[in-house]
């Protein structure tokens, strides 16, 4: 459809707001009766306040929003573009496309947050110090609660069993302070998301190994990303099976510990937990290094030490990126004919329009920073509580102010491929996806060239540092008008490009994501039928005896290649005509299921070579793939010049993880005979205004009972806020009746003693408690367990009830990959899981936490 002409010159002061359903509605509209889209919008990306209310109606209001404050940054400089020349660019999703942080965050008065979607913290890592590790805990939270993804590395922690001078004697090594790390991460709300958080430590170091099992466990790490520094030393002595020397500190000519290991066995175990869990992921460390334009500034800070939680944007310490998108397929003219042609003309312009509107979004995201620093400045602490997160933000802004780092990406190279009518993972294809991406990193260069003539270079620019460099030398190689201008001009950021993923951007788009294949032109949905549904088919009833109808769902593009040769999208196809149909179109053995993996890690070695930061790709491989497969892709990754990589076998997340915890058992006869002493969590809540908690008894780390209660009164309990677990102790009072005692022992070991919890709680929440204990104990799985109370009903209930508290305490405990049972609210799918507490559709990758 035609969008509706905007008058974009209109301010946004007027302060109407819409209901969820209106915006719904003119959502739906705007994407052509897209649910799936008009959904993700209103709840993502529509601007609102804390208390729900929603200020925009559709996209078009907020692209009006930010093409207002862009076009009021370019004022700033000469030439400056209109706000309808910005407008036009990015409405309809058509040709750029902010990432989430730019997108919701412009011209967003709400919200106090960063436009940053990607942060790396610590000096060169998190100090070898528990002042240094908990300096980089607060950090991490600081970011978090602005929105940001964050990682670092933790190679500069000293190994297991080094010498201290402490009370401990020996170091802890890593892996305890990856779990602080990520607890810290599940804690951090972000608009109903929980952050997201990246671990890496090299190879090199003594406990990397200690490191690349850390996950192996469920119920562990579940709050962070994991991925190993990979350097071409180890790598050769895999090649060739020769010893490997680990050492500490990773990087010192002089280590004060070195450890000889079995390179090949180290390998094989990072194939094996790749192959099992997905994770880790590998950064190839030293392709990293060497093509990376800020480490030409190492000395000055800008030394990269780790990469943001996709592993995209490799950083340094305290600097950031935003993220932009540009829809290829757009570009495609006369797209699924044999007149069909790539606009090189308008795509070259655009992308440095692209550039331009990065770097006007660098001057939004300083206002931004000075916006939380004068937060800080009013915040009713004192001077030394607020010191680390001042002094953080304040850090940020410098590596911002001076680098001025920016992050161009790509979406629906897949779809671009399809109408170009070549076949992804094809040696054509191929080519000419690396010569789009070519053509982009020159543009986006020559654009940050004649931004450095009418705005300046960015302040520590030194040409001679730069010499050297292999992604600057092949720039300039291709581009005469580049290496020309560099040398009069300078240039204005000091980094430009990445691919990163784009999920929900892709949804607005209406594309394939990033540079993936499409995953499926064609499938089915199933949608419920209501026992007084009229005019529906029953395709499919589950073993709870509920119906569905099922429908076809088109792939966009798949659809669009229909209707231009002129094939019915109307007609209620059957499997054998739809399979015919997909073999007539370009999407034909062209999905990520059919594409050669081997020849996908080439490609991405190919286009890796005109993205100045990295490629957030995975390799998604079925269910029977070997262990040798992902060993070859690996392998082939280092040679084509990957800088990282990722795997996925499917089902490799649904239960297949070294699990801690028995399987759950539909049935059970007898419960187990509960010892006196049991391990408990405690789990802080609000019940409507008031304060809770819930002491969470564990067998084998399963929950086996649950008491709940007023924290902080008279007739309650006074926990400190540090006690995260302690011991329920079951006793005997003077009667002989059964009293249970919770123990807890404070940061000096002292420990304390509350007796008898039953006496300390209220005796309605009391019953219902015992009520939930006795299922546990009898072996009800955890996800019928947290249905059970969520069904429970009370008078004026608020989403702070006493019922969704405990099925949040509860929920932390449903193994990853477990089905849930319910209904996605996004796609309506019924493909949804539990993924770390948070229930996640498999379908469209909607995700609802708590």
């Not at 400056?80 to 997108?103: A, H, R, T």
């Not at 297991?160 to 709300?189: D, H, Q, W, Y």
């Not at 949804?507 to 529906?536: A, C, H, W």
């Not at 028995?662 to 006196?676: A, F, G, I």
Request: charge should be neutral; include cysteine; charged fraction near 25%.
């Amino acid at each position: 459809m035609e969008l509706r002409d905007i008058d974009v010159k209109k301010s946004m002061t007027s302060k109407k707001t819409f209901t969820n359903e209106e915006a719904y509605q003119s959502s739906l509209e705007y994407f052509n009766g897209d649910d799936l889209a008009a959904r993700v919008w209103v709840n993502k990306y529509a601007l609102k306040d804390s208390f729900g209310n929603i200020y925009e109606q559709n996209p078009n209001d907020m692209h009006k929003r930010l093409a207002a404050e862009i076009s009021r940054i370019e004022s700033k400089y000469p030439n400056p573009m209109s706000e309808e020349q910005i407008f036009d660019l990015m409405k309809g999703f058509k040709y750029l496309v902010p990432q989430g942080g730019p997108m919701t965050g412009i011209g967003n008065k709400y919200q106090i947050a960063s436009l940053s979607n990607c942060f790396v913290i610590g000096e060169t890592g998190p100090s070898d110090s528990y002042g240094g590790i908990m300096k980089v805990d607060q950090e991490q939270v600081q970011l978090m609660k602005r929105r940001g993804g964050v990682g670092h590395d933790l190679s500069q922690i000293r190994p297991s069993g080094s010498p201290v001078k402490n009370s401990a004697l020996t170091s802890t090594g890593i892996v305890p302070f990856m779990e602080r790390f990520s607890n810290s991460t599940r804690e951090v709300a972000q608009d109903g998301r929980r952050g997201a958080l990246m671990l890496s430590v090299s190879v090199k170091h003594p406990d990397s190994e200690s490191f690349i099992d850390a996950k192996m466990t469920e119920g562990r790490i579940t709050g962070a990303n994991v991925s190993v520094k990979i350097h071409d030393d180890f790598m050769e002595s895999v090649r060739t099976n020769t010893p490997y020397v680990q050492q500490y500190p990773i990087e010192s000519k002089q280590p004060t510990f070195t450890k000889q290991t079995n390179p090949v066995d180290l390998w094989n175990k990072i194939v094996h937990n790749a192959w099992k869990s997905a994770e880790p992921g590998i950064l190839f460390w030293d392709t990293i290094i060497k093509e990376s334009i800020p480490d030409c500034y190492s000395d000055l800070g800008y030394k990269t030490v780790s990469t943001n939680p996709c592993g995209e944007i490799p950083l340094c310490p305290y600097d950031s990126c935003r993220l932009l998108a540009i829809n290829l397929y757009s570009y495609v003219e006369n797209p699924f004919t044999p007149n069909a042609k790539f606009n090189f003309k308008l795509f070259t312009q655009h992308v440095r329009y692209a550039q331009r509107l990065m770097d006007d979004i660098i001057d939004l995201e300083l206002e931004k920073i000075d916006a939380i620093i004068q937060k800080i400045d009013l915040d009713p602490e004192s001077e030394e509580v607020k010191r680390t997160e001042k002094t953080l933000w304040i850090n940020i802004k410098r590596k911002a102010e001076e680098g001025r780092r920016t992050g161009i990406g790509i979406t629906a190279e897949g779809d671009m491929l399809a109408a170009m009518n070549l076949k992804y993972g094809s040696e054509n294809a191929t080519d000419f996806a690396v010569e789009v991406q070519r053509t982009l990193a020159i543009n986006a260069y020559l654009g940050s060239t004649e931004l450095a003539k009418e705005r300046g270079a960015f302040s520590i620019y030194e040409p001679q540092r730069e010499v050297q460099n292999p992604f600057i030398s092949r720039i300039k190689a291709d581009s005469p008008e580049f290496a020309e201008n560099l040398e009069k001009y300078g240039r204005r950021n000091i980094a430009l490009l990445t691919i990163a993923p784009t999920g929900t951007t892709s949804l607005m788009t209406q594309t394939t994501s990033g540079i993936e294949p499409v995953f499926m032109p064609v499938y089915k949905r199933r949608r419920k039928v209501n026992p007084n549904d009229k005019n529906v088919q029953i395709d499919y009833v589950d073993e709870v005896g509920d119906s569905f109808e099922e429908y076809i769902v088109f792939h966009h593009k798949f659809l669009e290649w229909m209707k231009i040769n002129n094939i019915d999208t109307s007609k209620k196809y059957s499997s054998e005509e739809l399979d015919e149909l997909i073999t007539k179109s370009p999407y034909h053995k062209a999905t990520s299921n059919d594409v050669d993996w081997v020849e996908k890690v080439r490609m991405q070695g190919l286009m890796q070579k005109y993205v100045d930061h990295s490629i957030s790709v995975t390799i998604n491989l079925p269910a029977d793939a070997t262990e040798e497969l992902v060993s070859k892709l690996y392998f082939t990754a280092w040679e084509s010049g990957c800088k990282g990589i990722t795997v996925y076998r499917d089902g490799s997340r649904s239960g297949v993880l070294v699990s801690a915890k028995p399987k759950e058992k539909s049935v059970v006869e007898k419960p187990k005979q509960r010892p006196k002493e049991l391990i408990a969590d405690v789990v802080r809540f609000q019940n409507n205004k008031e304060k809770w908690i819930a002491f969470i008894g564990l067998i084998d780390g399963v929950p086996y009972e649950i008491f709940t209660g007023l924290l902080d009164d008279e007739d309650g309990l006074l926990i400190p806020r540090v006690i995260t677990s302690g011991l329920i102790i079951k006793n005997k009072d003077e009667s002989g009746n059964s009293r249970y005692d919770f123990q807890y022992s404070n940061k000096r070991g002292i420990k304390t003693t509350i007796e008898g919890l039953s006496h300390k709680f209220n005796p309605e929440f009391w019953n219902y408690a015992k009520l939930i204990s006795s299922v546990l104990r009898h072996g009800m799985p955890i996800t019928n367990v947290v249905d059970l109370v969520s069904s429970l009903q009370f008078d004026n209930e608020t989403i702070n009830s006493w019922k969704v508290g405990v099925s949040r305490a509860l929920k932390k405990y449903i193994p990853n990959g477990t089905k849930s049972g319910a209904t996605c609210t996004s796609c309506k799918s019924t493909n949804v899981i539990y993924q770390e507490g948070c229930l996640i559709c498999k379908d469209c990758g909607s995700s609802k936490c708590g």
